[in-house]
């Protein structure tokens, strides 16, 4: 008899354990539902894309560096895409692709082969291309600047 009830017990506890571990993942999952994501991103549900924006693609370029002090010119040859906030900003850059090419090129014309060299100093040369075609725009604006390649001679 008290083997029996020692079991029911058993049986009751595991039964509540159950319920509150499964009410406990359903008030988890309706608040990541919520709130629209990992760590509560403020404004209630996710307002990001699913995928890259427009792309607008320079193409390749060859640019002459800024010499640093060593003998021989050095240049660098990359594909530049920039990533566009919409449509918009699409076709404005299509229409002023001569100003935005010559924007980059004035931009990594100021470099030396060092400042680009490693991921650092190719992060800060996106950043100054995306503000410096920015600067350019009056419709929309560049996201992201993406190189496909990226040659240092």
Do not use: C, H
Request: glycine residues 12%.
């Amino acid at each position: 008899m008290k083997l029996a009830r020692i079991e029911m017990n058993v049986r009751t506890l595991l039964l509540i354990i159950s319920l509150i571990i499964l009410l406990a993942s359903g008030a988890a999952y309706g608040v990541f539902t919520i709130m629209g994501g990992p760590l509560g991103a403020a404004g209630g549900g996710s307002k990001e894309k699913d995928g890259p924006g427009p792309m607008f693609e320079i193409g390749t370029l060859i640019v002459n560096l800024a010499p640093n002090g060593t003998p021989g010119g050095r240049f660098v040859r990359a594909n530049i895409v920039l990533e566009a906030d919409s449509d918009k900003t699409l076709r404005e850059l299509a229409r002023r692709e001569p100003q935005v090419k010559d924007r980059v090129i004035a931009v990594v014309r100021e470099k030396t082969a060092a400042s680009i060299a490693g991921a650092d100093g190719q992060e800060q040369l996106r950043r100054e291309l995306l503000g410096s075609v920015n600067e350019l725009l009056t419709e929309g604006q560049v996201v992201q600047v993406w190189f496909t390649d990226l040659v240092v001679q």
